[in-house]
Structures are given as structure tokens and as C-alpha cells.
């Protein structure tokens, strides 16, 4: 079956540094997205990778090894408004999204 | 560019009513939209695949009666929830994709969340 494991809840601080992992098994792999959700709001794109690497893109930065299964999100210079969860989905070998059930990450002063 | 609109954001109704959510893509054409629901806490289940002028593509589990989805236009989907019921209160998202993006990324539009009583 197809799987996208993520950490359901982290904690950090204001300022400081957070990654986000998240591994995946999918039946073909046409690219990882991360997408931001806000409470009680729909997901925005925040990036995407298909070859392995880091795609850094401001404050935010994503990574990816097709090999491993895995990618992970980093968040630099944190801000409380960077309080949400945060999705990791990849798209399968028929264009579609799979989603993982999201990280809440919980920003402290 | 790539914005998303749904129409209502909010709305209660009563067990045995329908709802019509529309979803509509503000400055793109999008041959393929997306419905989801979302429970509290919960990732995004997507419903179904809609596609303009064609029949909606259901996901497993999801009746296509109880859940109507109309693709009239390049700009528009709508999804009528017939004879809603108490368990079908949740959180509804539509996205679409725009072909002329260098990505696949979907845009999501601002959500409806539904409320039967």
C-alpha cells in the first residue's frame, strides 16, 4: 500500500531552527510537495522537490532522497506565525497526491 | 496569480437538506479540480477527481449519490452534498491545478466547512 509517515506534533522556539522529516512509500513517485495549513484554513504550496537535493527557497528549505524514501523540511529563524501543520504529500505514478496526516508544530516564545 | 475561490465559507443546515459548494479558479483554467474533506486533526481525504465536461473520477468508499460533483466549465466545480446528515459535517476543500505552472502543485481554495444538525 502506499504510506507518507510524518511526526504528528513538534515543539520549538521562537528563533530557533526546526526539520520536519517525512518518509514515504508510493506506488511511482512524481515529486514531494510541502504545503503549510493554518487552522481552520485551507494548505498553501510551499515547495516541491523531484531530484534528490535541497531546494532552499527564503527561511524555508526542503530535501529529498528518492532512494531513502525520504525528505525532510526545514524551518530557520522561526517565527510565531510559522505555527501550523505542515503536510508532506507525494505525488504517485498516476499524478495523484498522497497525503500525510500532517505535523502541527507548536512555536514557544 | 493561481488563486482559488469557494463559495460558501460557512454554512449550517438541516438533516435532509442538500448543500452546493462552489469552487472556482479566479484567473486560470483548470480542466482538473479536486474535492477533499478534512476531519478535525485529520490529513485531507481526497473525494474525487473532476474533470470539465466529463464525469468526476470517485475515490473508493465515497458514494457518487450522496455527493454530486459538476465540472461545468474550465472556472467552475461544484459539489451538492444531497440529503446531508449529522456525519457529514467537516471541512470541505476544493484545489485545481494550472497547467501553465512549472510544477504540479494544486491551489487550494479557502475551504467550506459544513455543519448539519
Known amino acids: 500500500g502506499q504510506n507518507i509517515d510524518q511526526p504528528t506534533e513538534m515543539t520549538a522556539t521562537e528563533g530557533a531552527i526546526v526539520q520536519i522529516n517525512c518518509t514515504y512509500q508510493?506506488?511511482?513517485?512524481?515529486?514531494l510537495f510541502w504545503y503549510q495549513q493554518h487552522a481552520g484554513e485551507a494548505p498553501t504550496f510551499l515547495s516541491y522537490?523531484?531530484l534528490d537535493g535541497l531546494e532552499e527557497k527564503g527561511r524555508f528549505s526542503s530535501f529529498l532522497s528518492r532512494s531513502k524514501g525520504y525528505s525532510y523540511l526545514l524551518l530557520k529563524e522561526l517565527q510565531m506565525k510559522d505555527s501550523a501543520s505542515y503536510l508532506c504529500a507525494v505525488m504517485d505514478s498516476n499524478y495523484q497526491l498522497i497525503w500525510g496526516a500532517g505535523t502541527k508544530l507548536i512555536i514557544k516564545p | 496569480g493561481a488563486v482559488v475561490s469557494q463559495h460558501p465559507s460557512r454554512v449550517i443546515c438541516k438533516s435532509g437538506t442538500s448543500v452546493k459548494i462552489e469552487c472556482r479558479s479566479l484567473d486560470f483554467q483548470a480542466t482538473t479540480m479536486f474535492w477533499y474533506r478534512q476531519f478535525p486533526k485529520k490529513s485531507l481525504m481526497l473525494m474525487a477527481t473532476s474533470n470539465e465536461g466529463s464525469k468526476a473520477t470517485y475515490e473508493q468508499g465515497v458514494e457518487k449519490d450522496k455527493f454530486l460533483i459538476n465540472h461545468a466549465s474550465l472556472t467552475l466545480s461544484t459539489l451538492t452534498v444531497t440529503s446531508a446528515h449529522p456525519e457529514d459535517s467537516s471541512f470541505y476543500i476544493c484545489?485545481?491545478?494550472?497547467?501553465?505552472?512549472?510544477?504540479?502543485?494544486?491551489?487550494f481554495g479557502p475551504g467550506t466547512r459544513l455543519t448539519v444538525l
Open positions: 522537490n523531484v
Open positions: 484545489s485545481a491545478r494550472d497547467p501553465q505552472r512549472e510544477y504540479n502543485e494544486q491551489f
Open positions: 508510493t506506488s511511482g513517485f512524481n515529486g
